[in-house]
């Protein structure tokens, strides 16, 4: 993308958005516009359309949305539909209206079809192959309207919408909500907090479930990547890119709590709470095609580097993170 100069980042006070402040600090190729709810409500459209009229971005990388973990999926189902739904149809929309020549948008391995016997691993064909897990549906299908949506511009217009696939993020200015947040966030709070209070620290769910995790960092790189190599109007492509380890790194929720405890040198009880919803069993990523795609191989940051540097980050700066 030569002729790229501005790139609006919604979502840009969030986990991923800082991961990619942090890079923009690096990257001078262009001017990134960092934009948060304060700066513009994405579910209002003409407040959408006003404001990405004054910042007139040659490139939007769409962020924004109504983020959770498995309990707030489970327990805020109308908010995860309808705000998802609103911020997307007006983020699209504005940028069809404006002009802006390529938008990369961010979907989520829990749109995955939730089938424990066909689907070993799922790849960018299988999105729409069955419905998603119970738990995060809501969330889910307004993720998958988002995809449908992208595709609809490319084949009615050829704009070049993409969208990405990533796995679990984690990394520094993370939400750290001890109810609200994904599990590698709300498990290095509730692991602080226990250490601090002598007190055992309880696990949400069997610990058997198996997620793939990708440190925000190094999704920060590749979304830089996928802006400037990825287009969908180049060939028949799908449009779409799951962006994720290989399938040999996915672990159990039991490996991650080991991690947490291991970073932030824990010595009291471990104790697994069976009565809480372990969510989807899996949802293996296949990489295959942005491995393709990549060429290169890509140096992910092991997960053990990534807890330890998340859990140093949370320490350090306990009084203002998110939570
Ligand atoms: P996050 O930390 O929760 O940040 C959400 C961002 O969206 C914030 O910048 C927030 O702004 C903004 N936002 C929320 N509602 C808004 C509204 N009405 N108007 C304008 N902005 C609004 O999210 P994240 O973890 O960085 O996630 C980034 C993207 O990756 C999302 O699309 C998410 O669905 C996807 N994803 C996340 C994960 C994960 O594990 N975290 C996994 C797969 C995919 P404020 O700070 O002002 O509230
Ligand atoms: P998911 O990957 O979309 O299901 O979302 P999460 O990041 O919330 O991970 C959910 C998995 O972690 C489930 O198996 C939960 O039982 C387990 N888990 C264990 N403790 C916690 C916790 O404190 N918060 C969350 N969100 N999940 C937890």
Same mark, same amino acid.
């Given at each position: 993308m030569h002729q790229c100069r501005t790139v609006l980042v919604t979502g840009g006070s969030g986990l991923v958005g800082s991961a990619l402040r942090k890079l923009s600090g690096v990257d001078l190729k262009y001017r990134f516009v960092f934009a948060s709810s304060q700066d513009c +409500? =994405? %579910? @209002?459209f003409e407040a959408t359309l006003q404001y990405f009229r004054k910042i007139a971005p040659d490139a939007v990388i769409h962020l924004a949305a109504a983020v959770g973990g498995l309990f707030k999926n489970m327990r805020c189902k109308v908010d995860m539909f309808e705000t998802n739904v609103r911020i997307n149809m007006n983020v699209l929309r504005a940028c069809h209206e404006l002009g802006v020549a390529k938008v990369v948008s961010c979907l989520s391995?829990?749109?995955? /079809? @939730?089938?424990? %016997?066909? !689907?070993e691993h799922i790849n960018? %064909? !299988? =999105? *729409? $192959?069955g419905p998603p897990h119970a738990s995060n549906d809501a969330y889910a299908y307004a993720k998958r309207m988002l995809e449908v949506q992208s595709r609809c511009y490319r084949e009615q217009y050829g704009h070049n919408f993409v969208c990405v696939i990533p796995t679990n993020i984690y990394g /520094? *200015? +993370? &939400?750290? *909500? =001890? &109810? +609200? $947040?994904?599990?590698i966030p709300a498990l290095v709070h509730k692991f602080y907090l226990a250490k601090q209070q002598g007190v055992p620290l309880v696990v949400a769910g069997s610990g058997a479930p198996l997620r793939q995790f990708i440190y925000a960092h190094d999704l920060a790189h590749l979304l830089i990547w996928v802006l400037e190599h990825y287009n969908a %109007? @180049? #060939? &028949? +492509? #799908?449009g779409t890119l799951i962006l994720s380890v @290989? /399938? #040999?790194h996915e672990i159990s929720i039991a490996q991650v709590v080991h991690h947490i405890a291991d970073a932030i040198g824990f010595d009291n009880d471990i104790v697994y709470d069976m009565t809480q919803a372990d969510g989807q069993f899996k949802k293996t990523a296949d990489n295959s095609k942005f491995k393709r795609l990549y060429g290169s191989s890509f140096a992910f940051t092991p997960i053990r580097q990534g807890i330890r540097e998340t859990v140093d980050w949370f320490v350090q700066n306990y009084d203002t993170v998110r939570k």
């Amino acid at each position: 993308m030569h002729q790229c100069r501005t790139v609006l980042v919604t979502g840009g006070s969030g986990l991923v958005g800082s991961a990619l402040r942090k890079l923009s600090g690096v990257d001078l190729k262009y001017r990134f516009v960092f934009a948060s709810s304060q700066d513009c +409500d =994405l %579910t @209002d459209f003409e407040a959408t359309l006003q404001y990405f009229r004054k910042i007139a971005p040659d490139a939007v990388i769409h962020l924004a949305a109504a983020v959770g973990g498995l309990f707030k999926n489970m327990r805020c189902k109308v908010d995860m539909f309808e705000t998802n739904v609103r911020i997307n149809m007006n983020v699209l929309r504005a940028c069809h209206e404006l002009g802006v020549a390529k938008v990369v948008s961010c979907l989520s391995t829990c749109i995955f /079809p @939730d089938d424990k %016997t066909k !689907m070993e691993h799922i790849n960018e %064909t !299988m =999105l *729409h $192959a069955g419905p998603p897990h119970a738990s995060n549906d809501a969330y889910a299908y307004a993720k998958r309207m988002l995809e449908v949506q992208s595709r609809c511009y490319r084949e009615q217009y050829g704009h070049n919408f993409v969208c990405v696939i990533p796995t679990n993020i984690y990394g /520094p *200015h +993370d &939400n750290f *909500h =001890l &109810n +609200d $947040a994904h599990v590698i966030p709300a498990l290095v709070h509730k692991f602080y907090l226990a250490k601090q209070q002598g007190v055992p620290l309880v696990v949400a769910g069997s610990g058997a479930p198996l997620r793939q995790f990708i440190y925000a960092h190094d999704l920060a790189h590749l979304l830089i990547w996928v802006l400037e190599h990825y287009n969908a %109007t @180049d #060939s &028949n +492509d #799908s449009g779409t890119l799951i962006l994720s380890v @290989d /399938p #040999s790194h996915e672990i159990s929720i039991a490996q991650v709590v080991h991690h947490i405890a291991d970073a932030i040198g824990f010595d009291n009880d471990i104790v697994y709470d069976m009565t809480q919803a372990d969510g989807q069993f899996k949802k293996t990523a296949d990489n295959s095609k942005f491995k393709r795609l990549y060429g290169s191989s890509f140096a992910f940051t092991p997960i053990r580097q990534g807890i330890r540097e998340t859990v140093d980050w949370f320490v350090q700066n306990y009084d203002t993170v998110r939570k």
